[in-house]
């Protein structure tokens, strides 16, 4: 995995070429090849060995990108999480994980050594702005690459948690590169010419990948920034940059569209963006459009499969949905007992492909359920068209049941985006009386005030667009909505 996505560029000639841009300095792929080195070999001389779990607590910046290929290197099994959390996570993840060694960075030092202290397993950590430095200094620039198979364990990515904690899903070292193969290259045509910049931060799957694997597999470059993605900032890393590709959400896709005179950014060295977490809803679609003309690929992946399979792509994007099946993999969408649903009827998406995660860790009667043979569960309600195109519900377990028919949160929401007071919503179920029913919170715009009287509007908006027993009962105007470390709404934060 290492060599696929990094140590190649060398024999091939890229030593000299800049791949990595930071602040302001740049590093070449000799550069990044000889710092992986180093970090490799400072984590084996602290004992660290193929098969042994590496907790990666760091935001984005290059000791990330040297601690990530560094770990493969020898064969480690990389795990990652987000540097802004609390100790309490820490000390689960460093209970699960087992993890030997963590790499942390300064910033969360006094956090995660109240979290070390508890932990049975670790047994060295190495801190970023501190010791780091001189372990990697004085080690060797050449690095024996660990004798690792394509079906050794090379990485676990974690499950955004949306029930209980996150879950590892356990990924082989052919997982990652198969995803790239098929689709960051034969789908999106990643290539060498491109610069990369990304909203979410390197630790989630989705940005690994589009921010960092797929640029180096093909030989282009990324530009990370450490601070918080905002829609300020991204303006001002596209004008530094001028990258040719964004990963982005469909959150920041709104804020930036809501940023005071947007339309003035120029964007124009932006091939398309990818954009995954959540369904983009149509109206932001052809806001972004009419603004900025940069196609947005809406697609869907998972912690179980490392990457998107179905996405819309460049030239071939229906509006609304989440494009077509990536070529390598394969969907059906089931009904309850697992028997496949006619062409436009709702049902649990079901997938296949050879990124398929392992198992989860240590949860075998889940992975029974998730990983069934060859096809991955993926808790998604979709329906296929005719066209061939998947279109988005929601979660399963996010679905409502109202009047004995199932609806999608998501059709409402997007429904009430396209009111004008509406800047943000989320829907939920509401219990009352023993009946669940729809409950809508909305962030409105500013040039709005949130009275009964609008909430009361903005119903029958809603009752003259959806079928009138979807409408929200119950509307509760809010100044911000939650958000997961993955940037999507945390429902569980509303429902509780």
């Excluded at 990652?80 to 820490?90: E, I, S, T």
């Excluded at 649903?341 to 075998?364: F, Q």
């Amino acid at each position: 995995m290492a060599y696929y996505f990094l140590y190649h560029n060398v024999e091939e000639g890229r030593e000299n070429k800049v791949c990595l841009y930071f602040e302001d300095r740049s590093w070449t792929y000799g550069e990044v090849a000889r710092l992986s080195n180093q970090t490799g070999n400072a984590l084996r001389d602290l004992g660290l060995d193929i098969e042994d779990r590496v907790l990666m607590v760091l935001p984005d910046c290059p000791e990330f990108v040297w601690t990530w290929f560094g770990a493969a290197r020898i064969g480690a099994v990389i795990t990652m999480v987000n540097p802004l959390l609390p100790a309490a996570d820490y000390e689960y993840y460093l209970d699960y994980t087992r993890a030997r060694v963590a790499v942390i960075h300064q910033s969360v030092s006094s956090v995660f050594a109240e979290a070390a202290r508890k932990a049975r397993y670790l047994k060295k950590v190495l801190v970023v702005g501190q010791d780091f430095d001189e372990y990697i200094k004085s080690a060797p620039t050449e690095c024996t690459p660990a004798d690792t198979k394509r079906d050794d364990i090379a990485i676990w990515l974690f499950t955004s948690g949306s029930t209980g904690h996150p879950k590892g899903a356990v990924h082989l070292q052919h997982d990652l590169p198969f995803n790239t193969e098929v689709f960051a290259k034969a789908t999106m045509g990643v290539s060498a010419d491109d610069l990369t910049v990304s909203v979410p931060k390197l630790f989630f799957g989705y940005a690994t990948g589009t921010n960092l694997l797929f640029p180096f597999a093909v030989g282009g470059a990324t530009a990370l920034f450490s601070e918080r993605s905002t829609a300020e900032k991204m303006f001002e890393v596209i004008k530094r940059y001028r990258p040719t590709i964004l990963t982005t959400v469909p959150t920041m896709i709104n804020s930036m569209l809501n940023v005071a005179e947007a339309s003035r950014d120029d964007l124009s060295s932006l091939r398309f963006c990818y954009s995954a977490g959540e369904a983009l809803p149509i109206e932001l679609y052809e806001r972004w459009m009419s603004t900025y003309g940069v196609d947005i690929c809406d697609g869907i992946g998972s912690a179980e499969m490392f990457h998107i399979y179905i996405t819309n792509r460049p030239g071939d994007i229906k509006p609304g949905s989440l494009g077509r099946i990536v070529e390598g993999y394969e969907a059906k969408i089931v009904d309850a007992d697992g028997n496949e649903v006619p062409t436009g009827e709702m049902g649990t998406l079901r997938i296949k492909g050879d990124s398929a995660a392992l198992c989860y860790w240590n949860a075998h009667e889940k992975s029974k359920e998730t990983f069934a043979g060859d096809w991955c569960t993926s808790g998604d309600q979709f329906h296929v068209d005719e066209d061939g195109y998947y279109w988005y519900h929601g979660r399963t377990d996010d679905m409502l049941k109202v009047s004995g028919v199932y609806v999608a949160p998501a059709e409402i929401e997007n429904c009430l985006l396209q009111h004008e007071a509406v800047l943000e919503c989320a829907v939920v179920g509401h219990e009352s009386a023993g009946l669940v029913k729809p409950k809508a919170f909305i962030v409105a715009r500013s040039s709005f005030e949130t009275t009964d009287q609008l909430a009361e509007e903005i119903k029958q908006f809603v009752k003259t667009r959806i079928a009138v027993y979807k409408y929200p009962r119950w509307i509760e105007f809010v100044s911000s909505l939650p958000k997961n470390d993955r940037g999507k709404i945390d429902r569980k934060k509303l429902k509780t």
